[in-house]
C-alpha cells in the first residue's frame, strides 16, 4: 500500500481529531496512543514525532478548542458596530450556541480534565486561557466606561478579576452538570449560580442590574435536555 504524506499541520490536526473522538466514545483511560495511530493509519513514531504522551494530546486537544473560542470572541469584540453591552450579550449569545453544538463532547473532555492527575494541565489551561482572553474582556470594560454603562478605573484589572469569578464559577457548574445525582434539583442550584456570577459580574463592573447575562436562557435550558 502507498503511504500516505500528509503536510505535519495536517497529520497533528488529524491525530487531535481522532484523539477527541475516542476520547468521547471509548473513554480517556481506555483509549491508548496505539488506538489513536491504528484508527489514523500512522505508525507509534508518527504520533510520538507530535506528541510526547497521551496526555500532551489532550493539552494539545483543549487548547484547539479554547483556540476556536477565542476567535469567536476576538471577532464579536472587534464588531465596531456594537456598543459594550451588546458586545457582552452577543458573545454570551455565540459562545453558548458553540458549546452546545460540542455538548456531549466538551462534558465527556470535561470529565477527563476533573480527574486529580489533570490537576496540573487544568492549572497550566486556566492560566494560558486567562492571559489571551483578559486582554480582549479589557476592551469590552474599556468601551464600556467610555460609553458610560461600566464604572471602574482599572479596566485591565478588573477584567482579570471577573475572568477570575467566572472561571471558578464555571468549575462549579461543571461539577454539578457532570454529577446530576448528587443534588435534589440540580438545575435550580446552577441557575442560582449564575444569577449569582451575573450579580457580583454587574458590581465589579458598576453596570446596571440585569444587564449582562452570563448566559441566555435558551443555552441554558440546552444544557439540561439530557444528562450525560
Known amino acids: ?45 508518527t504520533f510520538y514525532y507530535y506528541f510526547e504522551s497521551k496526555q500532551a494530546i489532550l493539552e494539545a486537544l483543549v487548547a484547539e478548542l479554547s ?12 464588531d465596531k458596530t456594537l456598543n459594550a453591552v451588546q458586545k457582552w450579550m ?5 459562545i453558548g450556541d458553540w458549546k452546545i453544538e460540542r455538548k456531549a463532547e466538551l462534558l465527556a473532555l470535561a470529565r477527563v480534565m476533573q480527574a486529580d492527575e489533570n490537576v496540573l494541565l487544568r492549572h497550566k489551561l486556566a492560566t494560558q486561557a486567562a492571559q489571551v482572553t ?7 470594560i474599556a468601551q464600556g466606561i467610555a460609553e458610560g454603562v461600566f464604572e471602574t478605573d482599572y479596566p485591565e484589572e478588573t477584567a482579570e478579576i471577573v475572568h477570575a469569578i467566572s472561571t471558578a464559577f464555571s468549575g462549579t457548574i461543571t461539577g454539578i452538570l457532570l454529577n446530576p445525582d448528587r443534588y435534589d434539583d ?38 439540561f435536555e439530557k444528562w450525560v
Open 186 to 223: 440540580p438545575e435550580a442550584l446552577v441557575r442560582r449560580k449564575i444569577e449569582a456570577l451575573q450579580t457580583a459580574t454587574e458590581r465589579v463592573l458598576g453596570a446596571a442590574p440585569g444587564s449582562l447575562p452570563v448566559i441566555d436562557k435558551q443555552t441554558l435550558c440546552a444544557w
Open 1 to 45: 500500500m502507498t503511504r500516505i504524506v500528509k503536510a505535519p499541520d495536517e497529520r497533528r490536526s488529524e491525530l487531535i481529531t481522532c484523539a477527541q473522538k475516542l476520547f468521547y466514545t471509548k473513554g480517556y483511560e481506555s483509549t491508548s496512543v496505539s488506538d489513536i495511530v491504528t484508527e489514523v493509519g500512522v505508525a507509534k513514531g
Open 134 to 140: 483578559t486582554p480582549e474582556l479589557a476592551k469590552i
Open 90 to 94: 452577543r458573545t454570551a449569545q455565540v
Open 67 to 78: 483556540e476556536q473560542g477565542l476567535k469567536l470572541y476576538e471577532a464579536i469584540v472587534a
